[in-house]
């Protein structure tokens, strides 16, 4: 298998073979798991690039799953599958550390195209070739995937790091949520732009001395975001 790994997590034997194969079809490797504990065993393992992880398991859910991923530093990018499409149920699973989700009923076209998004983004966060930043006394390494504030550790997810650098490399730049979104998350992810609003307040919550006072990343009203310059 030479193609990116990808780990499928659905009890769903039917949906899990489907998704399987559709990836196969991608030239990505695949394996399954059909329960939370398979899922982690599987994740320590094998270490996977990718997981397809539905929310509704038999002996815990994918939000759980991610929680102990994240917990145990595990920054392998996720997508979940759920069935739930209410907005807060949404939130809760990307402030777990997932990347994206998709909605249950989905054509496997889309998931396809989830699954290349994130997969090329996290590349191209991690590339040789992208430098170290430091703007202030905060300090970005792609390589380590490390921030810090001063000499502290602030511990971001993958996608919150990826914000990050992003701004962080146009310092005093102001972008549009819009802006945002087609260069970090992909022009064509299916994400909307008040993921921007939630994902600038939990990094605001990690690197602000005050959140509520923001000095770093400073709202622009009626345009976007920008990181201080100094």
Known sequence: MSGPRILVVDDEAPIAEAVAYSLRQEGY?????SDALECLEAARRDRPDLIVLDVMLPSGSGLDICRTLR????????????????????????????????????????????????????????GDAAPAIRVGDLSIDPASREVRVGVAVAEL??????????????????????LLLDRVWGAD????ERTIDVYVRWLRSKIETDPARPARITTVRGVGYKLAAS
């Open 29 to 33: 490797g695949v394996s399954i798991a």
């Open 189 to 192: 992810a299916y994400v909307d």
């Open 71 to 126: 917990k145990r530093n595990d920054r392998v990018p996720i997508i979940l599958l759920t069935a739930r499409a209410e907005e807060a149920d949404r939130v809760i699973g990307l402030e777990l550390g997932a990347d994206d989700y998709v909605t249950k009923p989905f054509s496997m076209r889309e998931l396809v195209a989830r699954v290349r998004t994130v997969l090329r983004r996290i590349s191209s966060a991690t």
């Open 157 to 178: 997810t993958a996608k919150e790091f990826d914000l990050l650098y992003f701004l962080a490399a146009n310092p005093g730049r102001v972008f549009t949520r819009q």
